[in-house]
C-alpha cells in the first residue's frame, strides 16, 4: 500500500486508450492519484489502469515501514477468508446500490468500514477506475485474486441490464453457499488426516529411536530371533541406516506422481480412478454435482443465459471429466438438441440429474431445477462426509492399532521367551 502526503512525489503506471483508440501506456509522477488521472484525462487518455508504482523522495523508507502492518493480514490470510470478505462486499455493496446510492460513494462507504488493508487496498484501487469511467466489472478484473471468472461475469451481465444489486445479492448468497460446502468437506478430512500422520510419525520414532535400543540388548543375549521380531529388525534397519535413500525415493515418487497428475491424460485417469472407488468416488461426485448446481443456480439467477453460464462454469471448473461433461452440454445445446442424450453415460452425473436437467430443459424451468437439485444436493454431501467419516476413522483407528501393535508384539516376544527358559 503506497501512503501520499504533501513531500512525497508519487509515481503511477498507466494504461489507457486516447482518441484515436490506441493503447497507450507508460509510467508519470504527481502528488496525489487525483492529479495524475486528471492530467492524463485533459491530455484525451481514456484510463483502464492507474496503479501507484513506488515512491521517491526522502520519506521513501516510512512507506517501506508502514507497509510491514499488511505482513501478518497477508499471511494469515487464505483463500476461505478471501471468499468471505467478497461475499462481505458483495452483499453491502447490493444494499447500498438498492438504497439509491451511487456505485462511486457505495464503494466509498465501504472501504470506510474495510479493516483489512489488502482488500482495502483493492477496493482503493476499483473505486480511482470506476470514477475515471472504467465498469465495475472491468474495473474488478485487475484484481484476479480475489474476483474469479464467474463473480466477474455475473457483475458485468448485471451492470448490462440495470440488474446490479439483484447479481451482487445472488454472488454474495453464492460464496456463502460455495464457503459452506468447503468448509463442512474440510472439516470431514481434517481429522482423518491429524489422526493418520499422528499414527505414522508415532511408529517412525518407535522404529527409529526405540526399537534399536532393544534390538540391540536382544541380539547380544545370542539368541535366535522370533520371526516377527527378524521382520521388526530388518525394517528397523532399513530406516535407521537408509533413511537418505528412502527419503530420495518417496521424493522421486512424488515428484513423478505430481508431473502425472499435471498432464491431461494423467488426472483423467486420478479423476477416474477417484470416481470408482465405494466411498470416496460417491462423495467426490455429490461434490461435483452440488457445485455445478451452486453456480448455474447464481448465473441463471443473474440472468446470464444457460450457454454461456456452461462456459463459465466449464472456464471455472479444475476437474478435467466436468469439463468434458460441459463440453458435451454446450454442444448439444448449439445443436439444439436434448441434454439427456449425451450425458446418458456421464461419469460424473448421476442418472437422477441428468432426468432432472432435462424435464427442466423442457419445461424452461431449469434456473428453479437447477436451485432444487442445489438445495438437495448439498444435504446429500454433508451426508456423505458423515459417512465417510464414520468408515474412515474406525479403519485408520485399527490401522494404527495393527501397526502399533505389531511393533509392541515383536519386541515383547522375546523378552517373554527369554523369561520363559530362566523358568
Given at each position: 500500500m503506497v501512503y501520499y502526503s504533501r513531500r512525497t512525489l508519487a509515481v503511477f503506471e498507466y494504461k489507457g486508450l486516447n482518441a484515436s483508440g490506441d493503447v497507450i501506456a507508460g509510467t508519470m509522477t504527481a502528488d496525489t492519484p487525483q492529479e495524475g488521472r486528471r492530467a492524463l484525462r485533459e491530455n484525451g487518455l481514456r484510463i483502464h489502469r492507474f496503479e501507484p508504482v513506488a515512491e521517491v523522495g526522502p520519506s521513501q523508507w516510512l512507506g517501506s515501514l508502514r507497509s510491514l502492518r499488511t505482513l501478518p493480514s497477508r499471511l494469515l490470510d487464505r483463500s476461505a477468508r478471501r471468499a468471505d470478505r467478497v461475499a462481505e462486499f458483495a452483499r453491502h455493496l447490493a444494499l447500498l446500490l438498492r438504497s439509491g446510492v451511487p456505485l462511486a460513494e457505495s464503494i466509498d462507504v465501504l472501504i470506510a468500514q474495510e479493516k483489512?488493508?489488502?482488500?482495502?487496498?483493492?477496493?482503493?484501487?476499483?473505486?480511482?477506475?470506476?470514477?475515471?469511467?472504467?465498469?465495475?466489472?472491468?474495473?474488478?478484473?485487475?484484481?484476479?485474486?480475489?474476483?474469479?471468472?464467474?463473480?466477474?461475469?455475473?457483475?458485468?451481465?448485471?451492470?448490462?441490464?440495470?440488474?446490479?444489486e439483484h447479481a451482487l445479492t445472488e454472488l454474495a448468497d453464492f460464496l456463502k453457499d460455495k464457503s459452506k460446502l468447503r468448509s463442512q468437506v474440510t472439516a470431514a478430512l481434517t481429522y482423518p488426516a491429524i489422526l493418520m500422520v499422528l499414527g505414522i510419525a508415532v511408529t517412525l520414532f518407535l522404529m527409529m529411536r526405540v526399537i534399536p535400543q532393544l534390538m540391540t540388548v536382544l541380539v547380544s543375549s545370542g539368541k535366535p530371533l522370533p520371526a516377527a521380531t527378524a521382520m521388526l529388525k530388518s525394517c528397523t534397519d532399513i530406516l535407521v541406516n537408509h533413511w537418505l535413500v528412502l527419503l530420495a525415493a518417496a521424493l522421486i515418487i512424488a515428484t513423478a506422481g505430481v508431473l502425472t497428475f499435471k498432464s491431461k491424460r494423467g488426472r483423467r485417469f486420478a479423476e477416474t480412478f477417484v470416481l470408482r472407488l465405494p466411498i470416496v468416488g460417491s462423495l467426490v461426485r455429490r461434490t461435483l454435482v452440488a457445485r455445478f448446481a451452486q453456480q448455474m443456480t447464481m448465473l441463471l439467477g443473474s440472468g446470464i443465459p444457460f450457454l454461456e453460464a456452461v462456459g463459465i462454469v466449464r472456464g471455472s471448473e479444475n476437474h478435467l471429466?466436468?469439463?468434458?461433461?460441459?463440453?458435451?452440454?454446450?454442444?448439444?445445446?448449439?445443436?439444439?438438441?436434448?441434454?439427456?442424450?449425451?450425458?446418458?453415460?456421464?461419469?460424473?452425473?448421476?442418472?437422477?440429474?441428468?432426468?432432472?436437467?432435462?424435464?427442466?430443459?423442457?419445461?424452461?424451468?431449469?434456473?428453479?431445477?437447477l436451485s432444487e437439485l442445489r438445495a438437495g444436493y448439498e444435504t446429500e454431501v454433508k451426508l456423505a462426509l458423515t459417512k465417510f467419516t464414520a468408515a474412515l476413522e474406525p479403519m485408520l483407528i485399527v490401522l494404527m492399532a495393527g501397526m502399533i501393535g505389531f511393533v509392541i508384539f515383536a519386541t515383547v516376544m522375546p523378552i517373554l521367551q527369554v523369561t520363559e527358559t530362566m523358568r
Open positions: 483489512h488493508v489488502p482488500f482495502e487496498t483493492v477496493l482503493r484501487a476499483t473505486l480511482d477506475h470506476v470514477r475515471g469511467g472504467v465498469s465495475l466489472a472491468d474495473a474488478l478484473a485487475d484484481h484476479p485474486r480475489w474476483f474469479d471468472v464467474t463473480f466477474l461475469s455475473a457483475v458485468r451481465v448485471g451492470q448490462r441490464s440495470g440488474g446490479l471429466l466436468l469439463r468434458d461433461e460441459l463440453d458435451g452440454i454446450a454442444k448439444a445445446i448449439e445443436a439444439g438438441s436434448d441434454i439427456a442424450p449425451t450425458l446418458k453415460n456421464s461419469r460424473v452425473f448421476p442418472p437422477l440429474v441428468v432426468h432432472l436437467v432435462a424435464v427442466g430443459q423442457s419445461a424452461g424451468e431449469l434456473p428453479q431445477m
